[in-house]
């Protein structure tokens, strides 16, 4: 294992299992309603972190590019408590107002 490697993975949260798709939605109406208060279906709240802003596509390698948080952007969620990420389309359709 490479030192990158190595720092990034001990650096990184690593997820624990997947939310089901009734949490990813709540996750989703959840943050589109505010951003900063997101809580965990399982868990409750404050134990939810947006750990990246990424393009809605994925290359064909299945990467995906870092963004800011506009316009059309996913958000990469993790819950501290119960270990558990999911990607929601976070930026898609959003209204301003």
Request: glycine share 10%.
């Amino acid at each position: 294992m490479n030192r990158i490697d190595r720092e990034l993975s001990d650096a990184l949260p690593q997820p624990k299992g997947p939310f089901t798709d009734a949490e990813a939605l709540e996750l989703l109406m959840a943050y589109r309603k505010d951003p900063s208060n997101v809580p965990c279906p399982m868990c409750g709240p404050g134990n939810i972190e947006v750990l990246a802003f990424i393009e809605p596509q994925i290359d064909p390698n299945g990467f995906a590019s870092v963004t800011d948080p506009e316009g059309e952007y996913a958000a990469a969620l993790y819950c501290h408590k119960c270990f558990r990420a999911v990607g929601i389309l976070a930026g898609v359709g959003r209204e301003e107002g």
